[in-house]
């Protein structure tokens, strides 16, 4: 019995122990408001590890270094750190808890006044994950931002800038928000971000003069969306199955200026959408290199579209390759240049001599799409009989026949070699090149099993019947 009273004494005071470091371990943000207070400006201040609860607010240039042992919990109210002042860097931590309120749209960092430096941060069950109104020249840079499980119109977005100016905003992970959204800031460089599971990859509203580059835009409804934005360059990004209603891989609204080159649009409901854009009378846009597949359609433009020029792009395998949004053409762009067009899977011409350029036009004629063109719902009759009905008649009948959508006087015969961005999602090969060394291998040693087994032996009538029998 006495041993038994002192085991369970033992337990009581280690209890008591483990629980008041436990508690010394919760220490709310007052405890880094302090260390902020005493520190120089422009000094480091590196946060000791462990769990600081309540909101923070940042008022003094300086360095607030977690070395990644810190984590600051907003405990689901208001918005977790804010940055009241310009030349602040806030690394190493994780922040999470935000509140979730609409009207005062909470995030895990906001920062009113820049530059800010905002890297190497985990942000976990954020309403907004970084928000910059306004704070320019500033940078935002391997974050990792994890949304609130709200419904997808319910969500903030992961990133915001509003009137940033000058800023750069690379190598952020994404999951589960609204948008990473840029409003009324210009001169931007936003490169090798990744976002997922969210409604718009990166959205841009007047926004001007900015490079999107090898950004990775997986699984969203919407990937790369720009509207009334202009001089904008999208080059090398990766834009892979994204599907909501709209679903277009890049969507262009109003804007002039645009290149879009070397990038891969794959598996989306409509690879690019263009309205408008240029919209100015003297402005241009250019899609060039890009790898444009399997999507349920390649390219839906509007019918005033204009200008764009449309060369050494892939239209592989898409279930439409080119369409107008109701009816109308695009002969006032440009689906070839300098004897250049583009490589079509649905080109049926030729190429007698062999120098990579068909000999015909690609002129794509179809009385079925030019009807689904103006009445979407006809899309249930794809690829059944009553289309090939009517493509049928179409050929019997030349006067039935409608006008091509576009013209691409030097189509392409060859893809061309497009330098795009690998997902760095991708599995690696050695299992399938394991499989497939394997399935080589049976199929060697079954031949030479074949090749060598024993002749059958050939059988009388009689023994035929007894074998029958047994």
Not at 167 to 177: F, G, L, Q
Not at 204 to 231: P, R
Not at 366 to 386: C, D, E, G, T, W
């Amino acid at each position: 019995m006495l041993r038994i009273q002192t085991i369970m004494g033992i337990c009581v005071l280690l209890a008591l122990v483990f629980g008041a470091s436990a508690q010394d371990a919760r220490q709310t943000t007052d405890e880094i408001a302090r260390l902020i207070d005493s520190a120089a400006p422009g000094s480091t201040v590196v946060v000791p590890a462990g769990l600081y609860e309540g909101n923070l607010r940042i008022e003094k240039a300086i360095v607030l270094d977690g070395k990644g042992l810190v984590t600051i919990d907003g405990l689901g109210k208001g918005t977790v750190v804010e940055i009241a002042v310009g030349d602040v860097t806030l690394r190493g931590f994780t922040i999470r808890g935000s509140g979730s309120t609409v009207d005062q749209e909470p995030a895990g960092v906001r920062a009113v006044a820049g530059p800010v430096i905002i890297e190497d941060n985990r942000f976990e069950d954020v309403y907004f994950g970084i928000d910059l109104r306004p704070a320019g020249d500033s940078i935002i840079r391997n974050n990792i931002i994890i949304g609130k499980e709200l419904k997808l119109g319910r969500r903030g977005d992961g990133i915001r800038l509003w009137w940033s100016h000058n800023s750069i905003v690379e190598d952020n992970t994404i999951d589960a928000v609204r948008d990473m959204v840029f409003w009324y800031s210009e001169n931007l460089s936003v490169a090798r971000n990744k976002v997922i599971n969210s409604r718009y990859g990166l959205h841009f509203m007047y926004s001007h003069q900015t490079v999107l580059a090898e950004n990775e835009l997986i699984g969203n409804s919407v990937g790369i969306y720009l509207m009334y934005s202009n001089d904008i360059h999208l080059i090398g990004n990766s834009i892979v199955n994204n599907r909501g209603a709209s679903g277009y891989g890049i969507g262009l609204k109003d804007c002039d200026a645009i290149v879009v080159e070397n990038n891969a649009l794959l598996a989306n409901r409509v690879g690019m959408y263009i309205d408008n854009s240029p919209s100015s009378v003297d402005s241009y846009g250019i899609i060039r290199g890009n790898k444009i597949a399997f999507n349920e359609i390649g390219m839906l433009s509007t019918p005033i579209t204009h200008d764009n020029v449309i060369t050494n792009n892939a239209f592989l395998e898409n279930e439409e390759q080119v369409t107008v949004h109701g009816r109308g053409q695009l002969m006032l762009n440009k689906f070839s240049e300098n004897g250049v067009g583009n490589f079509w899977s649905s080109y049926s011409g030729f190429d007698q001599d062999n120098d990579g350029i068909g000999d015909f036009p690609h002129e794509p004629r179809s009385l079925f799409r030019s009807l689904l063109a103006r009445q979407p719902n006809l899309r249930i009759f794809l690829h059944s009989p009553a289309q090939q009905a009517i493509e049928l008649t179409a050929r019997a009948f030349p006067e039935l026949s409608p006008k091509p959508i576009f013209i691409d006087h030097s189509p392409l015969t060859r893809p061309p070699k497009l330098d795009l961005l690998v997902s760095s999602q991708q599995t690696s090969r050695a299992p399938m090149i394991g499989f497939a060394a394997g399935l080589l291998l049976i199929s060697i040693v079954g031949g030479w099993l074949i090749a060598h087994q024993p002749p059958l032996p050939i059988l009388t009538d009689s023994e035929r019947s007894k074998r029958a029998f047994v």
